[in-house]
Nanobody, 129 residues
């Protein structure tokens, strides 16, 4: 089993930056795919970014356009989402995901929630205009 805990959310003005973190615990041995999704109030979950099991491939959603960057700290089983030039449209609950038992990430499955089998509780990001 894997437990995921997000942190780093908060309130920021448009144009500002935030760095989200997601720490994983409970499972030892090997690496697994990691991702970020976000869900605004009343809207469906949206894929943001992901990194594959080996850490050599990253994926981004269409709405990111260079403003967000995913990375991982292997020694601490932690991934990060660096968010720059934030916009009010980025306001959402950001959810950390892990694909432990699911398939390896591909261009076709990376944005699908069903690809991942563990989820954190989320951290709120609010961008004011």
């Amino acid at each position: 089993q894997v437990q995921l805990v997000e942190s780093g959310g908060g309130l920021v003005q448009a144009g500002g930056s935030l760095r989200l973190s997601c720490s994983a615990s409970g499972r030892t041995g090997g690496r697994y795919s990691r991702g970020w999704f976000r869900q605004a109030r009343g809207k469906e979950r949206e894929f943001v970014a992901a990194i594959n099991r080996s850490g050599d491939t990253t994926y981004y959603g269409e709405s990111v356009n260079g403003r967000l960057t995913i990375s991982r700290h292997n020694a601490e089983n932690t991934i990060y989402l660096q968010m720059n030039s934030l916009k009010p449209e980025d306001t959402a609950t950001y959810l950390c995901a892990a694909g432990v038992y699911g398939p390896a990430l591909t261009e076709s499955n990376v944005s699908q929630a069903r690809t991942y089998d563990y989820w954190g509780q989320g951290t709120q990001v609010t961008v004011s205009s």
